[in-house]
């Protein structure tokens, strides 16, 4: 066998030792950036056979075309197992095999540094074998040590398996990306250069450039990472912005409430105040025996107390104000109103998150049965709640003629001020976000339908 062949099943044989490394390291990445749509088992399988193919591809010419090939298959392998959009799952592929290129570029100059050493060294063949298995070893783990905790990092800072990247975020990630990653591939191509019959070694053409390239390389790879905290900040910062918005909109709810109970206070004012004027009247009327008049009399007094109070009852103060005074607008404007929706008095609702989900839902189906100018369809709104085991179910439906709007993925309100009407829907998701409750909406002819389940009673 020849001393060619023989570092070769070397190099060959010390890959496949470091090989469970690189696994353990991409199975970590994978689980905690993506996580897995099947059991692990299907991922461990998707090392083999991505192990088999490497083995194969080994024999191609070429560097860079055995670099691509793996990473289309892996790509392809992280598409089927892996939770994510195209792009993110693109990003998860492409940052893991940059920071490694990036890594490997750093360890060039301690190689190109190293074989001139080991060449000047009077040492048996066996023993130079023994040394180059031993180097591309320990390098080799080194370079995945380095590969796991920069993705740590990755992984703390895009927490993305919970939240929906659109196409935009997930280019500011990619693009980066992308660039260092063609430069890294770059620079592998022009190691070797042929001119005519000659082959030239970069390295030895241009030796500082590789006293310099581990600095390069560091750079992108913080980069990389700088990259990620900043998207992490600007994520924060639309979290932050939703959820100033969804405080204004509660405070809003709030203050109709607060003028809502100030008015139903004013009126029992008003009452108590008249309260003697109507008892000197009725003494009048019953020191003249005069029956009906009282009957009138006391009927009148009857209606104007019964405004002071609530017409719908849910056994919940919050539910009740809510509701009425939605009840009291859609009466106003010729909407029917059902309601059939009952609270239990204990809950781990939060008074201000029943406020949001009723206050949102009910002004929406208002604003869609104003918007009916077809005079065939009644304009209805419904709402109506019932428990199902841990859960509170809540529907809210009404009459429209309207279609949904989507903007990636998400409804967007059709009025013309959609900074500040088109958070309704976005409202009521984080609120039902806070008790693991899910939300669905069915437009139907002439029917939207809003139905929420929410955890309502501990474990």
Not at 233 to 241: A, F, N, S, V
Not at 315 to 321: F, K, R, V
Not at 433 to 454: A, P, Q
Request: glycine letters at 4%.
């Amino acid at each position: 066998m020849e001393k060619q062949q023989i570092f070769q099943i070397a190099n060959l044989l010390s890959i496949y030792c470091v090989l469970p490394l690189q696994y353990v390291v991409e199975y970590y990445f994978y689980k905690n950036f993506l996580g897995f749509k099947n059991k692990a088992w299907k991922f461990i399988l998707g090392f083999a056979f991505i192990t088999a193919i490497d083995f194969f591809i080994m024999k191609l010419q070429g560097l860079i075309w055995r670099i691509l090939i793996y990473n289309v298959v892996w790509f392809i392998i992280i598409y089927i197992l892996c939770n994510g959009d195209f792009f993110i799952k693109l990003y998860a592929v492409l940052v893991k095999d940059t920071i490694l290129l990036l890594i490997s570029l750093s360890f060039l100059t301690f190689d190109f540094g190293l074989i001139p050493m080991v060449s000047n060294m009077n040492i048996l063949f066996r023993e130079n074998v023994i040394l180059y298995f031993t180097k591309n070893v320990v390098t080799d783990s080194i370079r995945y040590i380095v590969l796991f905790l920069f993705l740590k990092n990755i992984c703390k800072f895009l927490n993305l398996k919970e939240k929906s990247i659109n196409v935009y975020q997930s280019l500011y990630l990619l693009i980066p990306c992308l660039a260092s990653y063609s430069l890294a591939i770059i620079f592998f191509m022009i190691q070797t250069i042929k001119i005519g019959d000659k082959q030239y070694y970069l390295p030895y053409l241009f030796p500082k450039i590789y006293y310099a390239l581990p600095f390069v390389s560091f750079t992108l790879l913080f980069s990389i990472v700088i990259t990620a905290y900043t998207f992490k900040k600007m994520l924060e910062g639309e979290d932050e912005k939703q959820r100033n918005m969804i405080m204004e909109q509660q405070f809003k709810l709030q203050l109709e409430h607060s003028k809502n109970i100030a008015q139903f206070y004013s009126g029992i004012s008003s009452v108590i105040h008249d309260l003697n004027n109507h008892l000197a009247c009725l003494k009048s009327l019953t020191e003249d025996n005069n029956i009906e008049e009282i009957k009138k009399y006391l009927d009148n007094i009857g209606n104007t107390v019964s405004k002071l109070d609530f017409k719908i009852k849910t056994g919940n103060s919050i539910s009740d104000a809510v509701i009425n005074e939605k009840y009291n607008i859609a009466q106003g404007e010729g909407i029917e109103f059902i309601c059939d929706f009952i609270l239990p008095t204990e809950s781990l609702f939060q008074p201000i998150d029943l406020c949001v989900i009723l206050g949102n839902s009910l002004d929406n189906a208002i604003e869609a049965c104003r918007k009916i100018t077809d005079n065939n369809i009644d304009k209805v709104i419904a709402v109506k709640s019932y428990i199902r085991g841990m859960y509170l179910i809540i529907e809210v439906s009404n009459t429209t003629t309207g279609k949904l709007q989507y903007s990636e993925n998400q409804i967007t309100s059709t009025k013309l001020d959609k900074c500040n009407h088109g958070i309704g829907i976005s409202n009521i998701k984080m609120a039902i976000k806070k008790y693991d409750g899910i939300m669905d909406i069915v437009l139907e002819k002439n029917k939207f339908s809003m139905n929420v389940m929410i955890k309502i009673k501990g474990d």
